[in-house]
């Protein structure tokens, strides 16, 4: 079959491998509709450990079954493998399963390929009518989806009467801001530094879209801050913009360890958390809201064919891409 392929930092290539081999009891999938991951980008620039070329990168995807249970169904794919068993798979918390693997890190090769084996239990059908193209981006919206439910349980009133700010208009910011919508929350800020990528934000929902030149929110003033970008910086704006008492979800994976003012955090008791994927439970019901069609209309992305892969990451790189979301066709 065919497959983009890792094959050295800032190096993808087309090229012939393999056919998947699935596991007992595993279906294998057609891939229809493939997103691009900021992590997929970490790896592509040499700087993820777990993601050793050669390797097919991607996750983000639906298609429909080809073989093995539930064969001819149309599906969208939850890309985490967990065991089951354990503590935290018993509680539902499968995002910390200790024997967790993932679609695009070894010993699984991901979804820039025309098939994947995945077990059946990582399955959502995807009824007719609805794009497999959308429905392959439940996965980054369910990170948002699991990132405001943490933060409710941390609220003393409900999530629906707080301000909103995300920082970061990828993917996933954006992700989080249309899954705050279905939260209830109606104030909801995003700022984001590419202009190109300001203006789609602008048309993907009722949201109030800033710079880093443009007048946001008053530091002190937010009750809660999903950082999307996770870098230094990022982290030294939520620690400013968050209010007392307030929430801070930190999602984004950028890199770094500063940033925080802990003194801050303390005198005005702000919550902090780290907040990893999604459950199994936050997976289907943020792929139900997108068959219901809670999720809008999906202008913010843009399909291109899976030969032009390695062409779209170079498109991210340089900032020219106005869509939030790039999705693969293989």
Same mark, same amino acid.
């Given at each position: 079959m065919r497959a983009l392929v890792y094959t050295g930092p800032n190096t993808l290539e087309m090229a012939d491998v393999p056919e998947p081999v699935p596991n007992a009891g595993e279906s294998v999938v057609e891939i229809e509709a493939v997103g691009i991951c900021g992590s997929d980008q970490h790896a592509y620039h040499g700087t993820d450990p777990r993601?050793?070329?050669?390797?097919?990168?991607?996750?983000? @995807?639906?298609?429909? /079954?080809?073989? +093995?249970?539930?064969? &001819?169904?149309?599906?969208?794919?939850?890309?985490? =493998?967990?065991?089951?068993?354990?503590?935290?798979?018993?509680?539902?918390?499968?995002?910390?399963?200790?024997?967790?693997?993932?679609?695009?890190?070894?010993?699984?090769?991901?979804?820039?390929?025309?098939?994947?084996?995945?077990?059946?239990?990582?399955?959502?059908?995807?009824?007719?009518?609805?794009?497999?193209?959308?429905?392959?981006?439940?996965?980054?919206?369910?990170?948002?989806?699991?990132?405001?439910?943490?933060?409710?349980?941390?609220?003393?009133?409900?999530?629906?009467? @707080?301000?909103?700010? /995300?920082?970061? +208009?990828?993917?996933? &910011?954006?992700?989080?801001?249309?899954?705050?919508? =279905?939260?209830?929350?109606?104030?909801?800020?995003?700022?984001?530094?590419?202009?190109?990528?300001?203006?789609?934000?602008a048309e993907a929902g009722p949201f109030q879209i800033y710079g880093a030149d443009e007048e946001g929110p008053d530091d002190g003033t937010v009750p809660l801050v999903v950082d999307a970008y996770g870098s230094e910086a990022s982290r030294t704006t939520s620690t400013r913009l968050a209010a007392p008492g307030g929430v801070i979800a930190h999602i984004g994976l950028a890199g770094g360890g500063a940033g925080l003012d802990t003194r801050r955090m303390t005198l005005q008791e702000i919550t902090f958390f780290g907040t990893y994927t999604y459950t199994n439970d936050d997976f289907r019901a943020t792929a139900q809201a997108i068959f219901d069609g809670r999720f809008g209309d999906f202008s913010w992305i843009e399909e291109r064919p899976l030969e032009d892969g390695a062409q779209a990451f170079i498109d991210l790189d340089a900032r020219s891409v106005r869509a939030a979301k790039v999705v693969l066709k293989p």
């Open positions: 993601r050793v070329p050669p390797l097919i990168l991607g996750h983000e @995807a639906a298609g429909r /079954v080809i073989s +093995g249970p539930m064969e &001819g169904e149309r599906v969208t794919i939850n890309p985490m =493998v967990t065991c089951g068993t354990c503590r935290y798979c018993i509680e539902k918390r499968e995002n910390l399963c200790p024997d967790r693997s993932l679609l695009s890190i070894p010993p699984r090769e991901g979804a820039f390929a025309q098939r994947v084996a995945i077990p059946p239990e990582n399955l959502v059908v995807v009824p007719e009518g609805v794009p497999l193209a959308h429905a392959a981006l439940a996965e980054p919206l369910a990170c948002g989806w699991h990132a405001l439910r943490l933060a409710a349980n941390s609220f003393v009133r409900p999530i629906g009467d @707080a301000r909103l700010v /995300v920082l970061g +208009g990828g993917a996933i &910011g954006l992700g989080t801001a249309l899954a705050a919508l =279905v939260y209830g929350i109606k104030d909801i800020w995003i700022s984001e530094p590419n202009p190109a990528r300001r203006e789609m934000l």
